[in-house]
C-alpha cells in the first residue's frame, strides 16, 4: 500500500476555483488508479473522479462532471483535482485513494481502493 497525502483545500466562494494536490509519501505513483473522493457531514462518502495510471481514461461523478478536472502530475508525481464553477454543496472533506488492482466496473467504489488519505476540507460559502 501507498500512504497519502492531499494538499490545496480552503475556504472559497461560489464560483471560485480550487485545486487540490494526492501525493504519495515515499513512493510513486507508478501503476495505480487514483480516485477524490469526498464526504459531506451527516451525508455518505461521493464519489468524485479517478484518474487510471496511464492517465489516458478519466471518469467523473455527475454532480462534479463539466467543473472538475483530474489530472496527473508527472513532473511533481501528483494526481491534482482542478475544482472549477465551485458551489456551496461542493462543501466536503476531500480525500484520495489509491489502488493499483481496481477495475473499470467499480472505479467509483470505494471498497475499491485501499490506501486513503487523511483528507482535506474544502468549503465554499454562498
Known amino acids: 500500500q501507498v500512504q497519502l497525502v492531499e494538499s490545496g483545500g480552503g475556504l472559497v466562494q461560489t464560483g471560485d476555483s480550487l485545486r487540490l494536490s494526492c501525493a504519495p509519501s515515499g513512493g510513486t505513483f507508478n501503476r495505480y488508479t487514483v480516485a477524490w473522493f469526498r464526504q459531506a457531514p451527516g451525508k455518505e462518502r461521493e464519489f468524485v473522479a479517478a484518474?487510471?495510471?496511464?492517465?489516458?481514461?478519466?471518469y467523473y461523478g455527475d454532480s462534479v462532471k463539466g467543473r472538475f478536472t483530474v489530472s496527473r502530475n508527472n513532473a511533481k508525481n501528483t494526481v491534482d483535482l482542478q475544482m472549477n464553477s465551485l458551489l456551496p454543496e461542493d462543501t466536503a472533506v476531500y480525500s484520495c485513494?489509491?489502488?493499483?488492482?481496481?477495475?473499470?466496473?467499480?472505479?467509483?467504489?470505494?471498497?475499491?481502493?485501499?490506501?486513503w488519505g487523511q483528507g482535506t476540507q474544502v468549503t465554499v460559502s454562498s
Open positions: 484518474i487510471k495510471w496511464s492517465s489516458r481514461y478519466t
Open positions: 485513494a489509491a489502488s493499483s488492482t481496481v477495475i473499470t466496473s467499480s472505479i467509483s467504489s470505494q471498497r475499491a481502493y485501499s490506501s
